[in-house]
């Protein structure tokens, strides 16, 4: 039975984030805007996946996060990945609000 390496776990983990970012980006671009919402209803389905969406990148976030302090215990090679997952999570926790917000406002455009 093959096992799986601590750092492959955290790369997929880190791919997921991009990956999640990627399909709320691209949700709040193509499909928002197109999904009903009930005339005076303060929110709708769009809404709701979109904070679905939010809510998995953060999980998400938490997980990578949590795999890279994993892999920056272990010591040796692992450290190095560590340091660029790290760098992923911080990346994509800081652009999501800005890129989000940029997305939205060209969507409406």
Do not use: Q
Request: with cysteine.
């Amino acid at each position: 039975m093959r096992t799986v390496r601590r750092e492959t776990v955290a790369k997929f983990m880190a791919a997921t984030c991009l990956g999640l970012l990627a399909a709320m980006l691209g949700f709040r671009a193509f499909l928002y805007s197109h999904m009903y919402l009930e005339p005076g209803a303060p929110a709708g389905i769009s809404d709701l996946v979109e904070l679905a969406l939010g809510l998995l990148l953060m999980l998400a976030l938490a997980g990578a996060a949590l795999s890279a302090a994993w892999l920056a215990f272990a010591g040796g090679r692992e450290r190095l990945v560590a340091v660029g997952i790290g760098v992923v999570v911080v990346a994509v926790a800081l652009s999501a609000g800005p890129l989000h917000n940029l997305v939205a406002r060209w969507a409406s455009a």
